[in-house]
């Protein structure tokens, strides 16, 4: 036992004496690159090692013997959390403080920051060390890339969704989408209209709760191009307004007078207004309004203006970058509005104005374009009556979109009205097609079905180029598809064409359709078809059905298969029932 411990005396080499902790530890203190300081429990300076005199700018000797909260008033926040760590002994690691130091102009550090209480061998609290090192650079360099990042992810997602459609409402619901809350507390559209008059097209509050509110307020302020500041005057003048303190005197402007939107418009509680522009071919078309927050990542302790320009900057350069793309697609939606509109109207002209009236017989027929966002296409019906007393019925689609689709479509329709008044069979007037489509100058396919009724007898012939089946419908039996012989679509040349043979008997009748009724991506057109025959039978019922006119069958066949506004296909049905003896109603 003596023997181990005189070895435990004697030094040893590397082993340092506990005489020379003191100097060790002097040295640690003062060469540290790290800010070293010490509190006593009044949180005062007790000690200061040079790298924390140099972060805040300020002598040791100033500092030793004086409170926290005499040298650094301003930091009340951090000298609550120092004070926390006194009372309960719970540390403070990595904590972030920002602010300005004495004898510097608005110039903005953060530094990071950790604090543990001072306890001796018998459990008196001495006091509180702190440590600090400056991390303004890194920080910075950090908000860099995470705004960086955010403005990637904000104009990835701009760009996939206003590349979406053509809708001009869907994509103002994007935009808005975007930037409410991610940019602003809510955010609102303006569009001018073609007389000059300036329209809200939309808005978007962060809280649903406050949705209702703000529509209300804004729709109550009425837009001018003459107004002093917003969205009329960016509009008028092209130039984007950033306004970091919406003053009390804008909101009075605004309001003209008028008390109650004044009170509205303070309500709204506007701290920074971020008016910009929508413009194409150079001229302003509307405006998207922000409400932000006037700090929108304050740091902890006091904010300086730096950080808060930096961000401000950032987050204005976003809002025009998505507003230059939001003002793109709008324009492309606007335009294709104005095409689809021309070919909306030129396909509704070239269709029947009125459906032909017979003893005996009811007609009704359906007719819906794509939904907004996609072009018209070629569907069509037409119903003629011929001098010999027979009904020609033919629906068709002229395979492709937009404009040109329409115009095949009324010259096929036009043609066909005049084959089937020359007398000329539903196989005849098939081929009369085939040849007249195969020589447009323009190829196109398409598909068509006619047919040609006896009103007396009720018996019908049909000639189908690859077009679908038309359904039996009866009050009293199930829906079922009438047997064609299949053709191809006109526009083949060579084609040939067989006729098929029917009757319809008093309560019957017969649908025929165009493939947006049964057919989409997510429902195969036999699915569709058999969907369609459930449809048609609920509808009917079970004597039920007496009462159902045509074209009450029609819209029940249309809202049944969920071919409404969404529909992106075009949709044509025609429907032709025989009454029951004595007029009273079939089917």
Same mark, same amino acid.
């Given at each position: 036992?003596?023997?181990?411990?005189?070895?435990?005396?004697?030094?040893?080499?590397?082993?340092?004496?506990?005489?020379?902790?003191?100097?060790?530890?002097?040295?640690?203190?003062?060469?540290?690159?790290?800010?070293?300081?010490?509190?006593?429990?009044?949180?005062?300076?007790?000690?200061?090692?040079?790298?924390?005199?140099?972060?805040?700018?300020?002598?040791?000797?100033?500092?030793?013997?004086?409170?926290?909260?005499?040298?650094?008033?301003?930091?009340?926040?951090?000298?609550?959390?120092?004070?926390?760590?006194?009372?309960?002994?719970?540390?403070?690691?990595?904590?972030?403080?920002?602010?300005?130091?004495?004898?510097?102009?608005?110039?903005?550090?953060?530094?990071?920051?950790?604090?543990?209480?001072?306890?001796?061998?018998?459990?008196?609290?001495?006091?509180?060390?702190?440590?600090?090192?400056?991390?303004?650079?890194?920080?910075?360099?950090?908000?860099?890339?995470?705004?960086?990042?955010?403005?990637?992810?904000?104009?990835?997602?701009?760009?996939?969704?206003?590349?979406?459609?053509?809708?001009?409402?869907?994509?103002?619901?994007?935009?808005?989408?975007?930037?409410?809350?991610?940019?602003?507390?809510?955010?609102?559209?303006?569009?001018?209209?073609?007389?000059?008059?300036?329209?809200?097209?939309?808005?978007?509050?962060?809280?649903?709760?406050?949705?209702?509110?703000?529509?209300?307020?804004?729709?109550?302020?009425?837009?001018?191009?003459?107004?002093?500041?917003?969205?009329?005057?960016?509009?008028?003048?092209?130039?984007?307004?950033?306004?970091?303190?919406?003053?009390?005197?804008?909101?009075?402007?605004?309001?003209?007078?008028?008390?109650?939107?004044?009170?509205?418009?303070?309500?709204?509680?506007?701290?920074?207004?971020?008016?910009?522009?929508?413009?194409?071919?150079?001229?302003?078309?509307?405006?998207?309004?922000?409400?932000?927050?006037?700090?929108?990542?304050?740091?902890?302790?006091?904010?300086?203006?730096?950080?808060?320009?930096?961000?401000?900057?950032?987050?204005?350069?976003?809002?025009?970058?998505?507003?230059?793309?939001?003002?793109?697609?709008?324009?492309?939606?606007?335009?294709?509005?104005?095409?689809?509109?021309?070919?909306?109207?030129?396909?509704?002209?070239?269709?029947?104005?009125?459906?032909?009236?017979?003893?005996?017989?009811?007609?009704?027929?359906?007719?819906?374009?794509?939904?907004?966002?996609?072009?018209?296409?070629?569907?069509?019906?037409?119903?003629?009556?011929?001098?010999?007393?027979?009904?020609?019925?033919?629906?068709?689609?002229?395979?492709?979109?937009?404009?040109?689709?329409?115009?095949?479509?009324?010259? *096929?329709? +036009?043609?066909?009205? @005049?084959?089937?008044?020359?007398?000329? %069979?539903?196989? /005849?007037? $098939?081929?009369? &097609?085939? #040849?007249?489509?195969?020589?447009?100058?323009?190829?196109?396919?398409?598909?068509?079905? *006619?047919? +040609?009724?006896?009103? @007396?007898?009720?018996?019908?012939?049909? %000639?189908?180029? /690859?077009? $679908?089946?038309? &359904?039996? #419908?009866?009050?009293?039996?199930?829906?079922?598809?009438?047997?064609?012989?299949?053709?191809?679509?006109?526009?083949?040349? @060579?084609?040939?064409?067989?006729?098929?043979?029917?009757?319809?008997?008093?309560?019957?009748?017969? #649908?025929?359709?165009?493939?947006?009724?049964?057919?989409?991506?997510?429902?195969?057109?036999?699915?569709?078809?058999?969907?369609?025959?459930?449809?048609?039978?609920?509808?009917?019922?079970?004597?039920?059905?007496?009462?159902?006119?045509?074209?009450?069958?029609?819209?029940?066949?249309?809202?049944?298969?969920?071919?409404?506004?969404?529909?992106?296909?075009?949709?044509?049905?025609?429907?032709?029932?025989?009454?029951?003896?004595?007029?009273?109603?079939?089917?």
């Amino acid at each position: 036992m003596g023997r181990w411990m005189t070895q435990e005396r004697t030094p040893r080499e590397g082993v340092v004496e506990p005489t020379a902790v003191a100097p060790i530890l002097r040295a640690i203190f003062e060469l540290s690159p790290t800010g070293l300081l010490v509190f006593d429990t009044d949180l005062r300076y007790v000690l200061v090692n040079q790298q924390m005199a140099s972060m805040a700018n300020t002598p040791v000797e100033q500092l030793i013997g004086r409170s926290v909260r005499e040298m650094f008033g301003a930091y009340e926040e951090l000298t609550i959390r120092i004070e926390r760590v006194l009372a309960t002994g719970e540390p403070l690691i990595g904590y972030d403080v920002s602010g300005e130091v004495p004898g510097e102009d608005h110039r903005e550090h953060v530094w990071s920051l950790s604090a543990y209480r001072l306890v001796d061998p018998e459990g008196t609290v001495l006091g509180v060390a702190v440590a600090s090192n400056e991390v303004t650079a890194a920080r910075a360099l950090e908000r860099d890339r995470t705004e960086l990042a955010e403005r990637l992810q904000l104009l990835a997602a701009s760009g996939e969704l206003l590349s979406g459609g053509l809708d001009e409402q869907a994509t103002i619901t994007g935009v808005l989408d975007l930037v409410v809350p991610a940019v602003a507390r809510w955010a609102c559209l303006h569009l001018r209209e073609d007389d000059g008059t300036v329209r809200l097209a939309a808005s978007r509050h962060a809280d649903p709760e406050l949705q209702g509110h703000l529509d209300r307020v804004l729709t109550a302020l009425p837009i001018t191009t003459d107004q002093p500041v917003g969205a009329g005057h960016v509009i008028a003048t092209g130039q984007s307004e950033d306004l970091p303190q919406v003053t009390d005197d804008m909101l009075v402007a605004l309001a003209d007078a008028d008390a109650d939107l004044l009170a509205g418009l303070r309500s709204l509680g506007v701290e920074h207004g971020v008016v910009v522009p929508l413009t194409a071919g150079g001229a302003p078309f509307g405006a998207l309004t922000l409400s932000v927050p006037a700090d929108p990542d304050p740091p902890v302790g006091v904010a300086t203006v730096d950080g808060a320009a930096r961000t401000l900057a950032a987050r204005h350069s976003l809002v025009a970058d998505l507003a230059a793309r939001a003002a793109l697609a709008l324009e492309n939606a606007r335009l294709y509005a104005r095409q689809h509109e021309v070919a909306l109207t030129l396909q509704r002209s070239l269709l029947p104005q009125s459906l032909p009236q017979l003893d005996g017989w009811d007609l009704g027929a359906h007719y819906r374009p794509g939904a907004a966002g996609t072009e018209v296409g070629g569907d069509f019906y037409e119903a003629v009556r011929r001098d010999d007393g027979r009904l020609v019925l033919a629906i068709g689609d002229v395979m492709g979109r937009g404009i040109r689709a329409a115009a095949v479509m009324g010259q *096929v329709r +036009a043609a066909l009205r @005049g084959f089937a008044l020359e007398g000329h %069979a539903p196989v /005849g007037i $098939l081929r009369r &097609l085939n #040849v007249m489509v195969s020589a447009i100058e323009d190829p196109a396919i398409v598909t068509c079905l *006619v047919a +040609a009724l006896d009103p @007396g007898t009720g018996e019908v012939e049909l %000639a189908s180029a /690859g077009h $679908l089946s038309p &359904l039996r #419908v009866s009050d009293r039996e199930p829906c079922t598809p009438l047997e064609l012989v299949p053709g191809p679509p006109l526009g083949v040349l @060579g084609a040939q064409y067989e006729s098929s043979r029917a009757r319809i008997a008093p309560g019957e009748g017969l #649908v025929v359709f165009t493939d947006g009724l049964v057919e989409s991506r997510e429902q195969p057109v036999d699915e569709g078809i058999d969907a369609l025959r459930a449809v048609l039978d609920e509808a009917l019922g079970d004597g039920s059905g007496e009462a159902l006119l045509p074209d009450e069958l029609c819209t029940s066949a249309v809202a049944g298969m969920s071919r409404g506004d969404a529909t992106a296909d075009d949709v044509a049905v025609l429907v032709v029932r025989r009454t029951r003896p004595g007029g009273g109603p079939g089917v």
